[in-house]
Each structure stands twice: as C-alpha cells, then as structure tokens.
C-alpha cells in the first residue's frame, strides 16, 4: 500500500507547485496582471511583438525562462517543449536555443543532486524493491540510450529522467552528455518548427516517432551482440 501511494508523490508536488501558482495567480493582482499580458503578447501571432515585450525585461527575461525551466521539472504535468517555445519567440533561433539548454542542463544537474539525495530506504519506498532491480539493470546496461530517448522524446516525461539517474547513481558526466545528445536536437528542431507553428505539430510527432524507433534499434541491436558474446563464452 505504502509503496503504491509513494509512487504518487510526484504528481502531488506538482499539485502543490500548481495550486500555489494558482493561488498567487488569483490572490495577487500584480502576478495575475503579467501573466495575463505575457500570454497575450504569446498567443498573438507577431514576432515582432513578442521579442519586443521580451526585450523590455533586460537580462531578466532570459532567466526568467531558464527559472522557469528549473521549475517546470517539478511540474511533471506541464509539457517540458513549452519553455523552448517561448525562448524561440522571444530571441530567435540561435539565442532561444542557448538560453533552452542552459536551463536544461541547470534543470538537470539539480534534478540528479536531488535524485542522489533521495536514494537507499527511500528509494526503496517510491519504486520497491522488484522494480528498484529492473531500474537499475536498465540504467546500468541502457542509462545513456535511455536519458537520449526521454530527452529527445516531447511526449515523455523530459525531467524525472534526471531524479532517476541521481537516484541510480549514473555516472554525471555521462548523464549530462547523454542530456545533451536528446536536447541539443530536440531544442534545434522545435525551434525550426516554432518559426512556422502550422508545423509544429507536426514536427513533434516526428521527432517523437524517429527517437523512439532509433532507440528501439539500439537495443535490438545491442540485445543481439550481448546473447553473440554469451555463445561465444558458452
């Protein structure tokens, strides 16, 4: 019972975060204000415009979406291509893309510290102990393929990737690498398709669908040299 409940504990943090968004957003005149600008300023379809609005902010407006990065990975139900978006509308290709994947390594190196932290009983307690093993022989013989598929995927969940390496103890080079891998051609393709949003959806089925099979290729692959090499030692 106990084990089933922890698994929950994600989505109830994400929950609270939402809630207490909400709150400000309607407790809080000067929030509820911005939000409801920069919305507009994002649905009207003028590039001009939005970079205009942006550029108003200074420096602050590119931290504001690399803290916005930082705190979407603990709101598990907010897609994580969102952010990228907005980075690309508000400075363009090349400068929306840095400031996406600065944000996303940030995101990622807090989320793995806080992975490691979060490890042995506890651990225990979110995944129990049977998928602990499987989780753990996945990470150990798939962990960089897998970090690539969850990063390069949009309909995956981008971010508990990182509690899970922490949690796994992956090596941290190795994960921020594979990071990089998924999200520098993630980051480059949305921001291609955010230039024309008529395609964008379009764009992340695609990019969704080729890491997928890629990934599949890669363990077909691999599955078949690991029982080559247990015949040959046989």
Do not use: H
């Not at 909400?22 to 005149?29: D, G, I, R, S, V």
């Not at 992340?204 to 030692?233: E, F, H, P, Q, T």
Request: contains cysteine; aromatic residues 16%; positive net charge.
């Amino acid at each position: 019972m106990k084990n089933s409940a922890s698994k929950y504990s994600s989505f109830i943090l994400s929950g609270v975060i939402l809630l207490l968004l909400l709150t400000a957003y309607f407790t809080l005149p000067g929030f509820k204000d911005f939000v409801d600008t920069t919305v507009r300023v994002l649905t009207n379809g003028n590039t001009e415009i939005t970079r205009a609005y942006f550029k108003d902010f200074g420096v602050w407006g590119p931290v504001a979406i690399i803290l916005f990065i930082i705190l979407q990975m603990f709101l598990i139900i907010f897609p994580s291509w969102i952010p990228i978006i907005v980075a690309v509308m508000a400075y363009g290709v090349w400068w929306g893309s840095l400031i996406s994947l600065t944000g996303v390594v940030l995101a990622s190196y807090i989320g793995y510290f806080i992975g490691e932290k979060l490890k042995g009983v506890f651990l225990t307690k979110i995944f129990g102990e049977d998928n602990l093993k499987k989780m753990d022989f996945w990470i150990g013989n798939y962990g960089f393929g897998s970090v690539i598929l969850f990063r390069i995927s949009p309909f995956l969940s981008n971010d508990s990737i990182s509690f899970i390496a922490g949690m796994l103890g992956m090596d941290l080079k190795k994960f921020i690498y594979a990071t990089l891998c998924g999200m520098v051609p993630l980051t480059i393709a949305i921001a291609y398709f955010a230039e024309d949003p008529s395609k964008l959806k379009d764009g992340l089925y695609w990019i969704g669908g080729i890491g997928l099979v890629a990934y599949l290729i890669y363990i077909l692959l691999d599955y078949k040299k690991r029982k080559r090499n247990s015949n040959s030692k046989s």
